[in-house]
């Protein structure tokens, strides 16, 4: 079993840079790899970036591709979502997920354990 706490959300302005963290207790020594995802009202759940735990490969969309920066930290068995150049589409709520397998990162499917899910909004 594993949890999953989120924090670092919140408001700013378009342009502006937020940085979400996600800490992993439980049985975290099955970590494979760890992703963001994110829902807005009315919309389906899309993916936002992953990092492979072991190699520390990365994969993100298009949508997000050089605005937003994922990283882990074994140690502390912490991932984090580095967000810049924030535009008002990147309002939703953010869910952390983990993984126990590195198959199809971007699918939210290929997920175990995620998240309660925090609250970002950038303002025109």
């Known amino acids: 079993q594993v949890q999953l706490v989120e924090s670092g959300g919140g408001l700013v302005q378009a342009g502006g840079s937020l940085r979400l963290s996600c800490a992993a207790s439980g049985r975290t020594s099955s970590i494979y790899k760890m992703g963001w995802f994110r829902q807005a009202p009315g919309k389906e759940r899309e993916f936002v970036a992953a990092?492979?735990?072991?190699?520390?490969?990365?994969d993100y969309p298009d949508s997000v591709k050089g605005r937003f920066t994922i990283s882990r930290d074994s140690a502390k068995n912490t991932v984090y979502l580095q967000m810049n150049s924030l535009k008002p589409e990147d309002t939703a709520v953010y869910y952390c997920?983990?993984?126990?397998?590195?198959?199809?990162?971007?699918?939210?499917?290929?997920?175990?354990?995620w998240g309660q899910g925090t609250q970002v909004t950038v303002s025109s």
């Open positions: 990092v492979m735990w072991s190699g520390g490969v990365t």
């Open positions: 997920a983990f993984g126990r397998t590195v198959a199809i990162p971007a699918v939210a499917s290929a997920y175990d354990y």
